[in-house]
């Protein structure tokens, strides 16, 4: 670099010497050299020359003029040594112009014919640049549209997706065509276009997808009948087809399993060998389900749509609460539903359509619905289910009805536990609807045991031959070895309604029965609910048609004597029942917790209530015939024979006793006992009656007769087995009254009064006075006791005596 040269130090002055004159002028040198040089700046080498030593600026100059002279006589040397070939040169030029313009007048002519041809050389070159630039511009559309084909033809397969409803493949085009597709081509309008109309195809996806899916709720709706029909006859089929198996198992016949393929059931069992050829035949029956019968493609639509837009959960909960509002609309029965089993089947129908469907979706899809949200749904249609069930029973009074719907609910709760459901509380339901289907069957057997005795003729059965007598047997087990043995035709003790009542009660227990099948229970219980119900059939359905029977008007004292005959012979038949029944359950009678009937106390009951009863209207029909007593009271002495109604009376209990020989012989005796004691009370009352006032001794002993005549009666023994006069002893009380006025014993009743052995002991001195008072004659009434103050005053004062005394035994039994 020109700064790191060492320059020479300008020479010392002239007084030096000659070796410094060399050193000066080789000092000298290098600055001119270095002047002359071009490539190195001056700077340097002019600030060397005046800085060096004084005067070097005037001994420079002068090296520099010397070596400028040195340079011309060089030049002029040069010139001169050239000069000549210059001159040659600048003659040889002279002579080469002409040539020169002739040269350039054929370069103008070649350049103007060249332009002329080429003008369409050019022309042809500027299309040819053209289509390069066209040629290349389409190769650049071409590579564009590469890269844009394919995001238009995925764009056109979304719209053909759209179109054809395939929304879910719609949605995975979208995502497509949004991470892979649009952003290679961003740059474009029609991109950006489309990028933008993602969104609202997404919006209008979910739209249409959630409108499916209310389309399919509401036909879901309308399904669920067919689906639970479905669904229940299959359980009912395939109830049938197990206790079918059951029963050829217990027979000892084989009985091949059923297997389901490819959604077909085939079965192999006895139960389809041909009787004639013995060839087994294989039964073929298509099971349906409930996505046989329901398009559940827009829920599986809907579920992924709305899990690829995220929108899961918004789906799920609107699902939800959508089919929890159809639930609670399912549940509502119609309002006449218990009046038709087509009513509750229809209920029940809808009811396992709906939980089907929620089963299906539960398995189907993944989260959708929980078995925590289809268990709270079937809490929740258990309770209003029990609660219409009951409400509904209620109202129905046609026990085959009630059996129906005991059947569906059983149908019922067995297709939904084989989904998984559980139903324990509907067969706790049962129980309560049993209650009400044996209500039902009381009330049902209750008009059936009416119109039988409203039917009875309350005679003996007759019977003309032995087909006969083996018919009778046949429907009540009646033996007797004495009727047997006498000869055709013959008469039976009871009505005809006996083996009637009895061949009803049969039919309660079989129609009992019928509701304890398919209720999953043990033959022990299902003896004793069978038990349980006979009894109420018993002890108050037919103990109140019996009561009622006894109480009504019609009834006379020969139907009440073969109602007794009819309850006996039915009370005998109870351990036939018992018998009955256990042969049905076969459950042994002496089982410990086994439930006994009632019977006996119901027949025993209204046998007593019969005999009641005919002590009732015997009395009844002895005031009747009291009530036709016309007495004379002032009479002077009797007629001599018994009164004509108190024969008639004696004739009809005579005839009626008569009635009483098929009674047990207590019966017949309390009635008659019973009879005579009430006869006894009403003649007795008649005598004491306050409205009579005065009575005369004639008709004393008019009286008197008529109760000779009831004595007569009681010692004739009118029923067997009384004991000497047990029976007289009724008319004991009138017999000593009517003796102590008859013979006029005053003085023995008075002195032998209060003694256990006195003759007069049934005689109470108020009846005395009574009776006695009516007799007294007084001062203003033309009495009896007028001819005796004419013929014997002293018979008169007697009487005042009695009186007196007779009044003061009944003060003395007041105080």
Known sequence: ????????????????????????????????????????????????????????????????????????????????????????????????????????GQVTDTNRRLQEAGREVTAQTEEVICCRIQQRNMATTVEKLQLCIPVLEMYSKLKEQLESKRYYAALKTMEQLEKVYIPRVSQYRFCQI?????????????????????????????????????????AQQHRTFHSAVTKQASMGHYTKPVYSLNGRTHTHNGLMMDDDTGDEEEADEEVLTAQDLVDFSPVYRCLHIYTVLGDRETFENY????????????????????ETVEGYRRYFNQIVGFFVVEDHILHATRGL??????????????????????????YCDDPDLVLELKNLIVIFADTLQDYGFPVNRLFDLLFEVRDQYNETLLKKWALVFREIFELDNYSPIPVETEEEYKLVVSRFPFHDAEIEKQDFPKKLPMSQSVPQIYTQVKEFIYASLKFSESLHRSSTEIDDMLRKSTNLLLTRTLSSCLQNLIKKPHIGLTELVQI???????????????????????????????????????????RHAAEGEIYTKLNQKIDEFIQLAD???????????????????????????????????KVAQTACMSACKHLSTSLMQMLLDTELKQISMGAIQQFNLDVIQCELFASSEPVP?????????????????????MVWDWSTYLADYGQPTSKYLRVNPATALALLEKMKDTSKKNNIFSQFRKNDRDKQKLIETVVKQLRSLVNGMSS
Request: charged share 30%; aromatic share 8%.
């Open 319 to 338: 699902y939800r609460k959508q089919r929890k509002k159809q639930a609670r609309l399912v549940l509502q029965p119609q309002a006449n539903m218990y």
């Open 1 to 104: 670099m020109a700064g790191d040269r060492v320059h020479a130090a300008l020479p010392d002055p002239p007084s030096q010497s000659e070796d410094d004159n060399k050193e000066e002028e080789k000092a000298f040198g290098n600055i001119f050299a270095e002047l002359e040089s071009v490539d190195l700046p001056l700077g340097t080498t002019l600030r060397s020359i005046y800085d060096d030593q004084p005067n070097a600026h005037k001994r420079f100059m002068e090296k520099l003029d010397a070596r400028i002279r040195n340079h011309d006589r060089e030049i002029e040397k040069m010139c001169n040594f050239h000069h000549q070939g210059f001159v040659d040169a600048i003659t040889e030029l002279l002579k080469v112009r002409t040539d020169a313009e002739k040269l350039m």
């Open 194 to 234: 489309m990028a933008e109309n993602l969104p609202r195809l997404r919006e209008e996806i979910k739209d249409i997808s959630m409108s499916d899916l209310k389309d399919f709720l509401e036909s879901i709706r309308k399904h669920s009948d067919k689906v639970g029909e479905t669904a229940m006859r299959q």
């Open 631 to 665: 007495y004379e009271w002032g009479m002077a002495e009797s007629d001599g024979r018994a009164s004509g109604y108190l024969m008639d009376l004696i004739n009809f209990l005579r005839s009626t006793f008569q009635v009483f020989t098929h009674l047990p012989g």
């Open 369 to 394: 619905v929980t078995r925590a949200f289809t268990d709270e749904l079937w809490n929740m249609a258990l309770s209003k289910i029990i609660a219409v069930l009951r409400t509904h029973s209620s």
């Open 564 to 606: 007794i005959i009819n309850t006996t012979h039915l009370e005998q038949a109870c351990r036939y029942l018992e018998e009955f029944i256990t042969n049905i359950t076969n459950v042994s009678p002496e089982t410990v917790h086994t439930t006994r009937l009632y019977g006996l106390s119901t027949f025993k009951d209204a």
């Open 721 to 741: 087995g009384f004991q000497g006069d047990t029976l007289q002893l009724a008319f004991i009380d009138l017999r000593q009254l009517l003796d102590l006025f």
